[in-house]
């Protein structure tokens, strides 16, 4: 099935550091959101983008929607232990359709 | 406010076997949308129910099949199992034109 490239696939950060993922797709969607998975638990919506350019902000979590409606990226500021977990993109391809196209997500460590 | 519940939790059946999931959305949440996820991938759209009805459907086999019921609640029913059928099966619920769906937790089936 199609899915979203995203990287980096994993990634070993110290506390304290910033993270920056990213999204890049060959078809064009009209919302890009942002979730994390914790083990054992079903993914939770941490950022929704839904016009090309724009930037949000969700705490230390900032993400932007590709001018050309192909990419996303996602930055977590002053990364903290909780911010552990697997970040996944999803895109859809029309507003509120809901048939979400997920990338393969990004499994973030936080070295002590 | 209940939020997203799948049951069961896990699962182990034989190929060849027939499986059901359930999920019941949360309240005040008439559509509900079902995803595959295999380990290490992110989540795949298999369909999505509203008013009881099948509306829209990712790239999976007529074996895979669903309802929903007049309290919005769902299930997933999936027949002659295959081994590739092993991943976690996550519910997710919303209301129409919505661009956050709500995610349970999932099943985890396991096919030997």
């Known amino acids: 099935g199609q899915q979203l490239n995203q990287s980096p696939q994993s990634m070993f950060i110290q506390e304290g550091e910033d993270v920056s993922m990213n999204c890049t797709s060959s078809s064009i969607f009209n919302t890009w959101l942002w979730y994390k998975q914790d083990p054992g638990e079903g993914p939770v919506l941490l950022i929704a983008?839904?016009?090309?350019?724009e930037l949000t902000s969700n705490g230390r979590l900032t993400a932007q929607f590709g001018i050309t409606r192909k990419d996303s990226f996602l930055n977590i500021s002053a990364s903290i232990p909780s911010d552990v977990g697997i970040y996944f993109c999803?895109?859809?391809?029309?507003?509120?359709?809901?048939?979400?196209?997920f990338g393969q997500g990004t499994r973030l460590t936080i070295n002590p | 406010e209940t939020g997203v519940t799948q049951s069961p939790t896990h699962l182990i059946k034989t190929r060849g076997q027939q499986v059901t999931l359930r999920c019941s959305s949360q309240?005040?949440?008439?559509?509900v949308s079902w995803y595959q996820q295999a380990l290490g991938q992110g989540p795949q759209f298999i369909f999505q129910y509203y008013r009881e009805e099948e509306n829209g459907r990712g790239n999976f086999p007529p074996r895979f099949s669903g309802l929903q019921f007049p309290n919005y609640s769902s299930e997933l029913n999936v027949n002659a199992l295959e081994l590739d059928d092993s991943a976690l099966y996550l519910c997710a619920s919303s209301t129409p034109g919505a661009n956050e769906q709500y995610f349970g937790p999932g099943t985890r089936l396991t096919v030997t």
């Open positions: 983008l839904y016009k090309a350019g």
């Open positions: 999803a895109g859809d391809s029309i507003q509120g359709a809901q048939k979400l196209v």
């Open positions: 309240s005040g949440h008439n559509t």
